[in-house]
């Protein structure tokens, strides 16, 4: 312990369990962002698709992922730090340029909702579940082997925001450049996960893992365990909260957002590649936030923090409702990066806090299933109003949706020295 304390002192860096871990993820969002930033753009105005349309893929996405979230979760909980489930996902990814080129384009084409059902099971299996499981095991593996989640994710945002610049320009030149250099990248992660994994060095494991952490893991949760989730009435008090705030980093940022910003701009080309360099500095931003919210966090508080990133979601939301020029727009939509790294790091620690920490990737993902079931439930009709009313005046009732979730959340988000089932703050 000794060792690790000095460690982290000096640097984490020297840490080959932070860098590894660091590296996966940000490989993961790296291959993510590089076609799912655009994805929204790509659904619009390439292929034509109305916002009902799009509400139905990301429905069905949604769907797909309330299921698979919760196997993979129960999975990864068993595996404990083990990267079998990494490995699996890391493997799908490699087929995504094959699998947009030669199956999904032409399906959706030919086939819409079967086209959307085929690709929400592999969009989901190798990316939407994954990622919950590789920011649950990169955080289950700090907590051992003494590094800052936060800081670890940052890296994935960092990753995120450089693919999303890159997008910007190939978008303009071949869309379907997006999904090659997905699966090229996907490549390099997989020889990652399978060639480098610090816990099979016995000297790095006996100089960086905390001993209580290890016996803690080492307690294998039964399936009672699991199933005990499910009857804690605080649990899903949160998860109606997650409904109708974290519900919405899918549906405006991800299914309306892109399109509205890139209507600010004479021509589509200009509009993409400025949402491309909007996308790049927010998430830049987002990473600097990954390792800043966990000082914020110390200062006032997790359920402050919390109250903190949902007031940052009603502005940013609201703003962009009333903003009607590309600069204003642009400044408000920042917002996002504490918000994300609050929702991100700082919920974590919530379930680590009030919760069992053995089975953190299902917690993680049980209210990670509300906010699925929130896309499933308005994805559609706000692609639906979108379609009728417009972006702006959809923006304004989401907002207000937001404003009514974080007065509630003020009332059932359980104070950082009450109910305290896990780590103490």
């Not at 619009?44 to 698979?68: D, H, P, R």
């Not at 996907?186 to 952490?213: G, H």
């Not at 997790?302 to 502005?315: C, K, N, Q, S, Y």
């Not at 990670?368 to 109003?385: D, E, M, N, R, V």
Request: proline residues 4%; contains cysteine.
């Amino acid at each position: 312990m000794s060792d690790a304390n000095n460690n982290e002192r000096s640097g984490q860096l020297k840490n080959p369990f932070y860098v590894s871990n660091s590296l996966n993820i940000l490989l993961f969002f790296a291959g993510w962002g590089i076609w799912w930033s655009f994805f929204q753009i790509w659904l619009t105005t390439k292929e034509g698709f109305s916002g009902a349309q799009v509400g139905e893929i990301y429905s069905f996405n949604s769907a797909f992922s309330l299921i698979m979230n919760l196997v993979y979760s129960n999975i990864q909980d068993r595996l404990g730090i083990r990267r079998n489930l990494l490995v699996f996902c890391a493997v799908l990814q490699v087929f995504l340029g094959p699998f947009f080129t030669f199956l999904f384009v032409p399906m959706l084409r030919a086939h819409f909702l079967m086209g959307a059902l085929i690709g929400s099971c592999y969009l989901t299996l190798a990316y939407l579940s994954a990622s919950p499981m590789f920011e649950a095991l990169t955080e289950r593996v700090s907590r051992r082997f003494n590094y800052q989640y936060g800081s670890a994710r940052g890296w994935g945002s960092f990753g995120y925001a450089l693919s999303a610049l890159i997008a910007g320009f190939l978008f303009t030149i071949d869309p379907a450049l997006l999904f090659w250099l997905g699966s090229g990248i996907a490549v390099v992660l997989l020889i990652l996960l399978l060639c480098w994994n610090p816990i099979r060095n016995e000297k790095d494991v006996a100089k960086f893992e905390n001993p209580m952490v290890k016996e803690r893991e080492n307690s294998k949760p039964a399936s009672k365990d699991f199933l005990n989730i499910f009857k804690i009435r605080s649990l899903w008090e949160i998860a109606i909260f997650l409904v109708f705030s974290g519900t919405f980093y899918t549906i405006f940022d991800q299914q309306m957002f892109p399109q509205f910003f890139t209507q600010f701009f004479k021509t589509q080309a200009v509009g993409d590649h400025m949402y491309g360099i909007l996308n790049s500095v927010e998430v830049f931003l987002e990473a600097i936030m990954m390792g800043l919210v966990p000082l914020l966090m110390k200062k006032i508080g997790v359920r402050r923090t919390i109250l903190v990133g949902v007031t940052f979601m009603f502005i940013r939301i609201g703003g962009c409702g009333l903003i009607t020029n590309p600069v204003g727009v642009s400044i408000i939509k920042l917002l996002h990066a504490p918000e994300t790294a609050i929702f991100c790091v700082v919920m974590f620690r919530y379930y680590t806090l009030h919760y069992d920490p053995r089975v953190s990737a299902t917690i993680n993902i049980v209210t990670g299933i509300a906010g699925s079931f929130g896309q499933i439930l308005l994805s559609t009709p706000l692609g639906i109003l979108r379609d009728h009313i417009g972006y702006q005046p959809t923006f304004l009732v989401i907002a207000g949706i937001v404003f009514c979730a974080g007065i509630y959340g003020y009332f059932i988000i359980r104070k950082d020295d009450q109910e305290v089932n896990g780590e103490k703050f």
